[in-house]
T-cell receptor
Framework: SQQGEEDPQALSIQEGENATMNCSYK?????LQWYRQNSGRGLVHLIL?????REKHSGRLRVTLDTSKKSSSLLITASRAADTASYFC???????????FGGGTRLMVKP | NAGVTQTPKFQVLKTGQSMTLQCAQD?????MSWYRQDPGMGLRLIHY???????DQGEVPNGYNVSRSTTEDFPLRLLSAAPSQTSVYFC???????????FGEGSRLTVL
């Protein structure tokens, strides 16, 4: 079974708007990661947040982590058409040797 | 650096045939893994390796074998292909502990 589950499954917004995606997971983690996948391509790493961190920024990306609720969110500010892609959260197991992905959020940014 | 290279990009097999998906990385990463991606299912871990000579099972290992004789290569073998193995397969690697994964571009397999 999947450790992480993203919400919503699909999101459609206008260019310039902010996009928020959420991820929930089931068991304790060492870190949580977010990845992006353009259609027909491999996944690209966006950001990693450790279990003792609450918020992290990278350019237009903001990730939060709430370990008490076992949830994370990815915020993309001032979205662009080029941000159209699928976004996945991934969590590791306690042993730190397996990374489990959620089902992803499909984001469409309309010009 | 080429990163993670997967071959072939596309393959069509008949039920019962065997084949090997190749994965090579030139970043000297200790950790390598294979995932399959099916529509609406996200990625599921098949097998992984934390270093040469060491492999272990992931979430969905049945029907697949792996070996890790060198740091660079991590081939995935389908022993007797089944239609349920129709999927897109991704190889990924990571330096040291399980941090950022670097992915290949994928191998699309169809089993008839």
């Amino acid at each position: 079974s999947q450790q992480g589950e993203e919400d919503p499954q699909a999101l459609s917004i206008q260019e310039g708007e902010n996009a928020t995606m959420n991820c929930s997971y089931k068991t304790s983690i060492n870190n949580l990661q977010w990845y992006r996948q353009n259609s027909g391509r491999g996944l690209v790493h966006l950001i990693l947040i450790r279990s003792n961190e609450r918020e992290k920024h990278s350019g237009r990306l903001r990730v939060t982590l709430d370990t008490s609720k076992k949830s994370s969110s990815l915020l993309i500010t001032a979205s662009r058409a080029a941000d159209t892609a699928s976004y996945f959260c991934a969590t590791d197991n306690n042993a730190g040797n397996m990374l489990t992905f959620g089902g992803g959020t499909r984001l469409m940014v309309k010009p | 650096n080429a990163g993670v290279t997967q071959t072939p990009k596309f393959q069509v097999l008949k039920t019962g045939q065997s084949m090997t998906l190749q994965c090579a990385q030139d970043m000297n990463h200790e950790y390598m893994s294979w995932y399959r991606q099916d529509p609406g299912m996200g990625l599921r871990l098949i097998h992984y390796s934390v270093g040469a000579g060491i492999t272990d099972q992931g979430e969905v290992p049945n029907g697949y074998n792996v070996s890790r004789s060198t740091t660079e290569d991590f081939p995935l073998r389908l022993l007797s292909a089944a239609p349920s193995q129709t999927s897109v397969y991704f190889c990924a690697s990571s330096h040291g502990g399980l941090g950022e994964l670097f992915f290949g571009e994928g191998s699309r397999l169809t089993v008839l």
